[in-house]
């Protein structure tokens, strides 16, 4: 295997890299990392994975449940609205259609006419929110992050003008963030503060306890949480995720003040191809994003708004959908636990697993890119080492020893990459011995 190269240059590829001469170009530009997959790609380009066994990929993590019928017929009858062009604030029966929802979901009041707006799917939105959010003059501004993260959380910040400030994950305490570990000074130069609840990878669903933390150093330092909540449709435990605006309105914050959550249906209803989200929360917030989502040209298409109206009022397919995934992790998760450091997460629909004698690798990235190397060209299994989704900081990547299982495939498939992983992990145990 190659030496793990964690320099960003090295794994971009050549359309990525800074151009030089007298092009412009935003300078912000060359400090983004390339994405997970293609870094995946390259460090298993050597590998011929193993002809006789055929592929099967729980790496990326893209729905693939079929897409409702009713969202097609959706689409098939707003046809005409081809036509004409749509307005950035959405159409206000998809406005009241997103707030109905939230009111359902939630048990939480959200005006529809100023504390929502429709977004083209949740990344866009954690973007562009920070360029809304973050002064591009200030020199030492911070976003705060979980680690491991969704990486547009990092692109957002650098090219917002801001430096990233990662606090890990602790995996005795449920893939909880040690907030605690960040300093006064740290807090007092963040601007925004990125959550994910339920967390990709880990799954793991924020308490009301760790939200009245937050809204107090939010209170105390005035900086924005973006409360990225894509996976809320998709849990194990009888209680649904708690959303930000739930957890905000339980402690007295009715006004959401330096609050916005995001949501999206991609997951909820499988369509991630529709491109299709809204974000909710602080009205002062939600203006100041229309202005900039008015110049940035991001109005969500009237076909799109028509079949987002039908999928957020319904709500049969998404109770299936979840069916499904709930079959699927009952079945995969007790055979994987045969050989990893695994358990059933609270939400989402990933398997964030430890792998055997992670201590020889003491936190640096390494074993689980041999891990998944072997895996993929032993049993044709693809998975992401957890490295690959988490920065080092200070000599520690919290996603060392770790490999990521997206369970998006049909449960058979799924149930025979579990016993090809379990193959594989007793073999090279054996091997180690
Ligand atoms: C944590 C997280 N947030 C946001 C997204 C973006 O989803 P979408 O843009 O489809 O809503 C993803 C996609 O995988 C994700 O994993």
């Known amino acids: 295997m190659p030496p793990f190269d964690a320099s960003p240059l090295a794994v971009m590829p050549p359309a990525m890299q800074p151009l030089s001469g007298r092009t412009p170009l935003n300078p912000l530009l060359s400090r983004l990392q390339p994405y997970p997959f293609e870094r995946w790609r390259e460090l298993c380009a050597d590998i011929t994975p193993n002809e006789d066994l055929r592929p099967i990929s729980l790496g990326i993590g893209e729905p693939k449940h079929a897409t409702p019928a009713l969202i097609e017929e959706a689409v098939m009858k707003a046809l005409p609205m081809l036509a004409a062009y749509p307005s950035t604030l959405g159409e206000p029966a998809l406005r009241e259609a997103i707030a109905d929802w939230v009111q ?143 957890a905000a309105q339980a402690l007295g914050r009715a006004d959401f003040r330096n609050l916005i959550a995001l949501t999206s249906l991609s997951k909820r209803s499988n369509v991630p191809g529709l491109r299709s989200g809204f974000v909710a929360g602080d009205a002062r917030l939600i203006k100041a994003f229309l202005l900039y989502r008015t110049y940035h040209g991001s109005a969500m298409g009237g076909l799109v708004q028509r079949a987002s109206i039908a999928a957020w009022n319904d709500e049969a397919h998404v109770v299936a959908n979840r069916g499904l995934y709930r079959q699927k992790f009952a079945q995969v998760a007790p055979v994987l636990a045969n050989v990893l450091d695994v358990q059933l997460p609270d939400a989402a629909f990933y398997l964030w697993a430890g792998i055997p004698r992670h201590e020889a690798g003491r936190g640096q990235p390494g074993n689980e890119i041999g891990f998944a190397r072997g895996l993929l060209a032993q049993y044709n299994v693809q998975v992401l080492p957890g490295s690959l989704l988490a920065r080092t900081v200070a000599g520690v990547n919290p996603g060392a020893g770790r490999i990521r299982m997206a369970l998006v495939a049909p449960v058979a498939d799924c149930l025979e990459a579990a016993e090809r992983i379990v193959r594989f992990t007793q073999e090279l145990t054996e091997s180690l011995r």
């Open 104 to 246: 359902r979901r939630y048990a939480v009041s959200v005006n529809p006419g100023t504390q929502v707006l429709p977004v083209n799917g949740s990344r866009e939105a954690l973007f562009a929110l920070a360029q809304t959010v973050l002064d591009p003059a200030e020199r030492d501004a911070l976003v705060v992050c979980p680690n491991p993260f969704y990486q547009i959380y990092e692109g957002a910040a650098l090219l917002g003008g801001a430096q990233t400030h990662f606090v890990a994950s602790d995996p005795k305490r449920n893939f909880a963030a040690d907030w605690g570990t960040v300093s006064e000074a740290t807090w007092s130069r963040t601007r925004l503060l990125y959550v994910c609840s339920p967390g990709n990878p880990t799954g793991a669903v924020m308490p009301l306890s760790e939200w009245a933390t937050l809204f107090e150093l939010s209170d105390r330092h005035g900086f924005v949480i973006a409360s990225d909540e894509c996976y809320s449709e998709i849990y194990f435990r009888d209680e649904p995720p708690l959303g930000a605006l739930q």
